[in-house]
């Protein structure tokens, strides 16, 4: 079983915590995406023989990128490599950025097929100690967003291990997880790097 992890190493704004590649620019974005298809040209025999059957677009913050870019890159996943026909196509997005239009926009025009969301806390003294630019309310407007446009298949992202992360408030996070009937969550221990 394999599956195709997709980089998009371009972020609004670094959170303090973060040690995953990215830049708080898109100043090279046209140069990234053409190398991008370049690197997967070369790669397209590393998975002869096998079917594709998940393609995950991580980073940075993917959802920065356009209707056209998501399509061009999938085209190009396309024509190299043998892919599912049932293919789990993954988003990671950032709260921010899932308002109901670019969500509606997303199912209509893509087929992207799941979102991950870096929801982190729905408590906004964490979310400002973890330098983030949404607020709760903007992380559970994006969830139903995504959910309104018609994703089912969601994961979201949350964090435990902050300062000021009580078990109550943690709990209420989960509960909060729990309501929105997402089918999968990925919890972190807050790491702090070098
Ligand atoms: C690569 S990030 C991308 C997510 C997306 N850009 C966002 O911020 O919403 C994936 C997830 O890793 C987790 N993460 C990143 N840095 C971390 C750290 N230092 N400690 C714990 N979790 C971390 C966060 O939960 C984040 O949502
Ligand atoms: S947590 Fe997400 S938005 Fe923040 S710097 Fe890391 S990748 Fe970018």
Not at 55 to 73: A, H, K, Q, V
């Amino acid at each position: 079983m394999a599956g195709i992890y997709i980089h998009i190493p371009f972020c609004k704004h670094k959170c303090n915590y973060c040690n995953f590649f990215s830049v708080a620019s898109v100043k090279y974005r046209d140069v990234f995406v053409d190398a991008l298809l370049r690197e997967m040209e070369l790669r397209k025999d590393y998975l002869t023989g096998e079917t594709v059957n998940t393609l995950y677009f991580g980073g940075g913050t993917p959802s920065m990128l356009t209707i056209d870019e998501i399509n061009t890159i999938l085209d190009k996943a396309n024509k190299l490599f043998s892919l599912n026909p049932d293919l789990e196509i993954t988003l990671e997005a950032n709260p921010d950025d899932l308002n109901f239009d670019k969500t509606t926009h997303l199912k209509k025009y893509t087929p992207i097929n799941r979102f991950s969301i870096g929801v982190q806390s729905f408590f906004n003294d964490d979310l400002q100690y973890l330098d983030r630019i949404h607020s709760g309310e903007e992380a559970r407007k994006a969830i139903e967003n995504v959910q309104k446009a018609g994703f089912n298949n969601i994961t979201i992202d949350l964090i435990y291990g902050i300062p000021g992360l009580t078990i109550e408030k943690w709990n209420k996070n989960l509960d909060i997880f729990f309501d929105y009937n997402i089918p999968h969550l990925s919890s972190y221990s807050l790491t702090v790097e070098p």
